[in-house]
């Protein structure tokens, strides 16, 4: 899939919440997006907090990953958490998740990350 993939910013903090409410009505979570939902996503992605890529394919966003930095005291070393990753359906199976794990796992690699950890429902083998 020919999409483009971009960093999120402060002031993409409405579409973020956008496709945060459609993943997790997709997996069956009680809504999300409070009153104050989007500027805890704003004021997250200007603090360096939360990290977030954007998937797009024109004007159209496709999906999002986000993942957010810890450390693992049993290794004395950071390691980053994938928090999100979700496609609308039209971008399934197209390799573009893939795409967003590879750039997610890169930004770890590069703050010096031992290793990414995810966690996916099990019904969902795709992501698997």
């Known amino acids: 899939m020919s999409a483009e993939l971009r960093a999120a910013e402060p002031g993409d903090a409405a579409l973020l919440a956008a496709l945060c409410r459609e993943h997790a009505a997709y997996e069956g979570l009680a809504p999300c997006g409070d009153a104050g939902f989007e500027a805890r996503l704003a004021a997250a992605l200007a603090a360096g907090r939360l990290h977030a890529w954007l998937a797009w394919q024109a004007d159209a966003p496709l999906g999002y990953a986000s993942l957010t930095l810890d450390f693992a005291t049993l290794t004395a070393r ?4 994938l928090d999100c990753l979700y496609l609308r359906p039209a971008a ?9 794990l590879a750039r997610a796992q890169h930004f770890a690699a590069t703050l010096g990350c031992a290793e990414l ?3 996916t429902p099990a019904w969902n083998e795709g992501a698997q």
Request: no cysteine; aromatic share 12%; net charge positive.
């Open 92 to 100: 399934r199976g197209q390799g573009l998740g893939a795409r967003l």
């Open 78 to 81: 950071p390691f980053a958490h």
């Open 117 to 119: 950890q995810w966690q």
